[in-house]
């Protein structure tokens, strides 16, 4: 499914789809293309629970609790704002770390791919229905 925003502006219609804002961004739309609030999708070799017990202090996570940014290790609570701010702006709190979230600051940290110019449209697509 090939996802497009479409607009005009003075007349002329304009067309942004992935790859288009992947080439504006100078980055590459290759990778997972994963993006879920609500349900916590299996993606590769991504587990969440473990991830979570990584990235945050907590040494005995319950599945299903909500993380905030202060649970997180000090230079992901760097990266989460940046993340929170920049890629997937928020109309609530920003101090929730959503699944998203947490799996992009995995994704970065691990050096792993991801479809970053996917994820940043289909927030788009969200933020306007």
């Known amino acids: 499914m090939k996802h497009r925003i479409a607009s005009h502006l003075q007349n002329i219609r304009i067309e942004l789809d992935c790859?288009?804002?992947?080439?504006?961004?100078?980055?590459?739309?290759?990778?997972?293309?994963v993006y879920e609030f609500n349900i916590i999708p299996i993606i590769g070799d991504f587990?969440?629970?473990?991830v979570v017990t990584k990235h945050t202090s907590w040494l005995?996570?319950?599945?299903?609790?909500?993380i905030k940014s202060q649970d997180l290790l000090l230079r992901l609570r760097i990266l989460h704002r940046i993340i929170a701010h920049n890629i997937l702006p928020k109309k609530r709190h920003y101090d929730k770390v959503?699944?998203?979230?947490?799996?992009?600051?995995d994704y970065i940290i691990r050096g792993r791919r991801i479809n970053l110019?996917?994820?940043?449209m289909k927030n788009i697509i969200m933020a306007y229905d």
């Open 19 to 33: 790859d288009t804002l992947g080439n504006i961004l100078g980055i590459s739309s290759e990778g997972y293309m």
């Open 47 to 50: 587990v969440y629970d473990e």
């Open 60 to 66: 005995d996570f319950t599945p299903g609790a909500k």
């Open 98 to 105: 959503i699944f998203m979230d947490i799996c992009l600051i």
């Open 117 to 120: 110019p996917y994820i940043m």
